[in-house]
Every structure is written in C-alpha cells, then in structure tokens.
C-alpha cells in the first residue's frame, strides 16, 4: 500500500536515532508532506470499509451460487 499510493516514506533502519531523523525530514520538508497528506486522502477514498463491503458482497454472492 505504501508503494502503491505512495503514503510514506519507507523506514528500512529502525533504530531510534534514525526514526527521529525521518520524522524531522518529514516536518521540515512541506513538499514531502504535502504529497504523503494528498496521497493518504486520495487511498482513503478506494481504501475504505464502504468500497470493501462491495466487493466481499460481491465475493460471497459469487461462492454461495
């Protein structure tokens, strides 16, 4: 999901020091953020329980025949 609409900076060095150092990146970097925040609105709208329930409704219809 991260790659696909592109909704966060992947973080491959967990350690605390490096956590840190992204997330001040991504504070002081308003383009960055302005992208994740757009991007995370425009997954909300096709990643959402409403959408969801279409198509697993439409998964059971499909086993139950």
């Known amino acids: ?3 696909l609409y592109d909704i966060a900076v992947p973080i491959t060095d967990h350690s605390p020091v490096n956590i840190a150092r992204e997330l001040i990146n991504l504070l002081d970097n308003e383009v960055l953020y302005s992208r994740l925040q757009e991007n995370c609105l ?11 329930e279409k198509e697993l409704l439409s998964f059971y219809q ?3 025949k």
């Open 1 to 3: 999901i991260i790659d």
């Open 62 to 64: 499909k086993i139950v």
């Open 42 to 52: 425009a997954a909300a709208k096709k990643l959402n329980w409403e959408n969801e």
